[in-house]
């Protein structure tokens, strides 16, 4: 069977090589051709010997993800979806700034976690990206905009991995993207500059620390595991202090010196007073001394099966005024690229529904909604 060559980091490759009877040079000269060229085609690979081209056809290929849609927003901001067989698709979607080009970057097709407030989570799982479907992403958007832009420059400075999916329920793929991302011979990535996302996969994050620690935000979008629990489900298994406690560890092998903690703002139900408060008693429990976090407020994204509501803009101002005047650097993230549907949480795209789980998750709601009431638990709780 031919191998396509997106799927493999530099190490791969050259083993790859290395079969074929190939120095390792060659297979950095290949890789250099694939990702910093945009090249598929062998026989446009002019620095390598007729000999191996000749061997890389039969062996080998290049091949990209179908592109399903393209849509560019007023504010630049290009949403891509792209076809991974089996009726599924996923996006990646490209956000200019003034100082930096980012791409968010998918690793799953649909989601196991199933987040209330998530539109990727209501679609339930289909299946794991390959490291070349993971790769794929930024190879094509990044030798696409050249083109768009007319530069043989980078464009893309930074990759976050908050797309479709929970990239720490990939490792096996994802750590070798990772290192095509970060390597000097692929896109020459800082490691400060591709930032992994998880729900709260603690084991992985330990193992990320040590294989490729790379920055990492961790989706807290509650102060305590009651709340936690029923808007992400993952926090049964791996409650807030096992979590806080991981990403004290990570901060020990991370590239920054603070985690990212992203903060979903959902009207009237982690966004009141009280949830502030006790969030700042949280993280200044496990502060080791200095800043060790960043909190980074983002508008929640509706859509319409989620039955939720985005916090008032003031609600946002004011949890974050409770949150920097008690010495805690927050942000609030701009939505981008409203007008295509490329904001967090909205990358579904035309991928069908999965009825058992939208019925799963119904479910689970009335259930909770019971125990609630006989707990009469007053709201401001929740
Ligand atoms: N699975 C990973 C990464 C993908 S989601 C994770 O959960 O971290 C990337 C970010 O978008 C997460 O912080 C997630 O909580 C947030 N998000 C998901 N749905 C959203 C929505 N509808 N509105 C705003 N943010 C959302
Ligand atoms: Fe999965 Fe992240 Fe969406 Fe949760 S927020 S369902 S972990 S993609």
């Given amino acids: 069977m031919r191998a396509n060559l997106l799927d493999f980091d530099l190490e791969a490759l050259a083993l790859f090589c290395d079969q074929l009877g190939e120095k390792r040079f060659r297979a950095t000269q290949l890789f250099r051709w694939i990702h910093q060229k945009g090249a598929t085609d062998f026989e446009q690979m002019s620095d390598l010997a007729k000999s191996l081209r ?6 080998a290929f290049v091949q990209g993800l179908p592109v399903i849609s393209q849509h560019i927003s007023a504010d630049g901001t290009i949403k891509w979806l792209f076809d991974v067989g089996e009726g599924n698709a996923v996006e990646a979607v490209f956000i200019p700034e003034d100082d930096r ?31 070349g479907e993971i790769v794929a992403q930024l190879w094509f958007a990044e030798h696409f905009l050249r083109k ?189 690229g409203d007008d295509i549907d490329a904001a967090c949480g909205q990358l579904a795209g035309d991928v069908k529904d999965r009825t058992n789980v939208v019925v799963r998750m119904a479910q689970r709601r009335t259930l909770e909604v019971q125990t609630n009431s006989s707990l009469a638990k007053p709201t401001e709780e929740y």
Wanted: proline share 5%; glycine share 8%.
């Fill in 54 to 59: 000749e061997k890389l056809v039969g062996r």
């Fill in 101 to 131: 080009g980012t791409l968010c970057v998918s690793s799953q097709a649909g989601c196991a976690v199933g987040c209330r407030f998530c539109s990727t989570g209501h679609q339930g799982f289909s299946r794991n990206l390959s490291t």
């Fill in 148 to 336: 768009h832009f007319k530069t043989s420059d980078r464009v893309i400075s930074n990759v976050v991995m908050m797309g479709m999916g929970e990239p720490l329920q990939n490792y096996s793929a994802l750590v070798p993207a990772l290192r095509v991302m970060l390597d000097d011979h692929g896109y020459g990535l800082s490691r400060r500059r591709v930032t992994v996302s998880t729900s709260g996969v603690v084991p992985m994050m330990d193992r990320l620390a040590l294989d490729c620690p790379v920055a990492l935000a961790v989706s807290l979008h509650a102060p305590n595991d009651g709340l936690r629990s029923h808007l992400v489900p993952l926090n049964q298994k791996y409650p807030l202090d096992e979590l806080l406690q991981a990403c004290n560890r990570y901060l020990s092998h991370a590239p920054r010196d603070f985690i990212t903690f992203e903060y979903c703002m959902l009207d009237g139900v982690n966004d009141q007073p009280e949830h502030a408060r006790e969030l700042i008693a949280l993280v200044k429990k496990y502060a080791t001394g200095g800043v060790w976090c960043k909190f980074n407020l983002i508008p929640f994204n509706p859509f319409p099966a989620s039955g939720l509501k985005r916090s008032s803009q003031e609600r946002v101002l004011a949890f974050a005024k409770l949150l920097l005047d008690a010495g805690l650097v927050t942000t609030v993230r701009k939505t981008r």
